[in-house]
T-cell receptor, first 117, second 111 residues
Framework: DAGVIQSPRHEVTEMGQEVTLRCKPI?????LFWYRQTMMRGLELLIY????????DSGMPEDRFSAKMPNASFSTLKIQPSEPRDSAVYFC???????????????FGDGTRLSIL | EDKVVQSPLSLVVHEGDTVTLNCSYE??????LLWYKQEKKAPTFLFML????IEKKSGRLSSILDKKELFSILNITATQTGDSAVYLC???????????FGTGTRLQVTL
């Protein structure tokens, strides 16, 4: 079975440029999550969607970050304009919605390693 | 603000040793606690714990949750070099699927 697919695997760009990260969740999963991982702060949740609707974007650092999920099989995370402090590994994860009990395990993609020069 | 704290931050052991990794949490509306293993790429799921005192086991790995004292431990017996990784603890809170992660414990197993 295909897991969560992210692209690109690596991105190196100059500050000020627009960056778009892409994610295809596992088929049938109805929750999708974007995380950022750095050495200093670990894994931070940026935003998550349930049935394509953004539920909580309180982790999005600032207006330069935006995320969309136009359909159940695709999501994007966009940074415009990018800054060196945005350099990190960005993970996408998906899961089935677990309801009241406690959710279902999230399955992670391999991440996009972003370097802003 | 929900908080998940892991200890130790890093650990170096010899192959064959037994290790215990700790995770404590202060969150509102706790639902469940998860352990993940992260090697070079994506975190991979290990365990999900919802009830106190019930041990989850998978091979040489086991984990248990104490909801009264708000912590969990992950045990690895007879460690192998392939166990070298960052082990992440995360807590589900609220009625939605929001996970709060700890910063992880970096385990290195040497020959």
């Amino acid at each position: 079975d295909a897991g969560v697919i992210q692209s690109p695997r690596h991105e190196v760009t100059e500050m000020g440029q627009e960056v778009t990260l892409r994610c295809k969740p596992i088929s049938g999963h109805n929750s999708l999550f974007w995380y950022r991982q750095t050495m200093m702060r670990g894994l931070e949740l940026l935003i998550y969607f349930n049935n394509n609707v953004p539920i909580d974007d309180s982790g999005m650092p600032e207006d330069r970050f935006s995320a969309k999920m136009p359909n159940a099989s695709f999501s994007t995370l966009k940074i415009q304009p990018s800054e060196p402090r945005d350099s990190a590994v960005y993970f996408c994860a998906s899961s089935l919605t677990g309801g009241v009990i406690g959710g279902q395990p999230q399955h992670f993609g391999d991440g996009t390693r972003l370097s802003i020069l | 603000e929900d908080k998940v704290v892991q200890s130790p931050l890093s650990l170096v052991v010899h192959e064959g040793d037994t290790v215990t990794l700790n995770c404590s949490y202060e969150v509102t509306n706790f639902r469940s606690l998860l352990w993940y293993k992260q090697e070079k790429k994506a975190p991979t799921f290990l365990f999900m714990l919802t009830s106190s005192g019930i041990e989850k086991k998978s091979g040489r790995l086991s984990s248990i949750l104490d909801k009264k004292e708000l912590f969990s431990i992950l045990n690895i017996t007879a460690t192998q070099t392939g166990d070298s990784a960052v082990y992440l603890c995360a807590v589900f809170t609220g009625t939605a699927s929001k996970l709060t992660f700890g910063t992880g414990t970096r385990l290195q197993v040497t020959l």
